[in-house]
């Protein structure tokens, strides 16, 4: 089992609509999440951490963290082409409490 | 305020060759992490230094070195470079090295091993 899982995608999702995101992770004890965003040639960019249970909104983006069933994802409304890129999930875990990344889930927002 | 700084941007070499990739991090951050991304697939984790010391290395053989210099900025040092090596190695910032503070990224090195 992967550490940090992401559905590969692709995942195209039509201007206006939700995109959903979504990880799953394998280390009950961690307790740091964070979702990146990275388009095509350039480095990730970080749209949003998460600690605790539940929803965080930041414009039009939330995450909703369920540590019960391991689960993190992130939710897109209003869509717009300039969203589209890879979404990057990760964890933090381990002794150096380093970032674990999934591989990634590219999106693309249709005009 | 300026962001995290990567220097050089692209860099090509051959096998066997060294190579030395420079960071230098957000003001005030006092924590480095290394990683590597390899097209396709997310970034893997390096090296991590906090106030100078190593504090955390990832599965990566030890032609891979790394340290911190007293102003926080950082090296990245691989020798015997192999066709492999070939990527984008990302410096990240961090405030501190604990669970709760946000990493952010550089711009990366892309390097090309012929």
């Known amino acids: 089992q992967k550490e940090v899982e992401q559905n590969s995608g692709p995942l195209s999702v039509p201007e206006g609509a939700i995109a959903s995101l979504n990880c799953t992770y394998s280390d009950r004890g961690s307790q740091s999440f964070f979702w990146y965003r990275q388009y095509s040639g350039k480095s990730p960019e970080l749209i949003m951490s998460?600690?605790?249970?539940g929803d965080k909104e930041d414009g039009r983006f939330t995450a909703q963290l369920n540590k019960a069933s391991q689960y993190v994802s992130l939710l897109i409304r209003d869509s717009q082409p300039s969203d589209s890129a890879t979404y990057l999930c990760?964890?933090?875990?381990?002794?150096?409490?380093?970032?674990?990344f999934g591989s990634g889930t590219q999106l693309t927002v249709l005009p | 305020d300026a962001g995290v700084t990567q220097s050089p941007t692209h860099l090509i070499k051959t096998r066997g060759q060294h190579v030395t990739l420079r960071c230098s991090p957000i003001s005030g951050h006092k924590s480095v992490s290394w990683y590597q991304q390899v097209l396709g697939q997310g970034p893997q984790f390096i090296f991590q230094y906090y106030e100078k010391e190593e504090r955390g290395r990832g599965n990566f053989p030890d032609r891979f070195s790394a340290r911190q210099f007293p102003n926080y900025s950082s090296e990245l040092n691989v020798n015997a470079l192999l066709l492999g090596d070939s990527a984008l190695y990302l410096c990240?910032?961090?405030?501190?090295?604990?669970?709760?503070?946000?990493?952010?990224f550089g711009p990366g090195t892309r390097l090309t091993v012929l």
């Open positions: 990240a910032s961090s405030l501190r090295a604990l669970d709760g503070d946000e990493q952010f």
């Open positions: 998460i600690y605790s249970n």
């Open positions: 990760a964890v933090k875990r381990g002794s150096a409490r380093q970032l674990t």
